[in-house]
């Protein structure tokens, strides 16, 4: 992992994938909490969210920076955000680094990244994130799904 470089392309969109500490399914259950933390987010960097699907314990979206610099302090900014203002219920376990580092067991330390080629690799991610509450069986139809931007639920 330590060889493992990140690619910064300007005018590139980049699928992102974030996972909570020891996949805790609190993402749903705080779906306020992340949706302010992604508005403060976009307070201080200027990015779209191209698509975007949220489960339990990750959630999966496609990004264009207006800086390509950036992305990383976005995904941090979102997190960060969220950290701040989410309250566990109970005390969660954790490693004593992460502990005596002072991290609070919200969140993975790293995140999946993978920077967009072109428009067969844009519909490669796309499909894998609306399949995804199927694959996770949490739903029987991508439509039922009602936690992201593809289907407007009435």
Known sequence: MANYKRLFIAGYSYYITIVTHRREALLI???DILRESFKESKKYYKYQINSIIILPDHLHMIITPQNTLEYPKIIHSIK??????YRPKEKIEQSTSRDKNKMKPIWQKRYYEHTIRDEKDYSRCIEYMKTNPIKHKL???????KYSSFYKNP
Do not use: G, L
């Open 29 to 31: 259950e705080n779906i």
């Open 139 to 145: 739903v029987e139809n991508q439509k039922d799904w």
């Open 80 to 85: 960060y955000n969220f950290s701040k203002r």
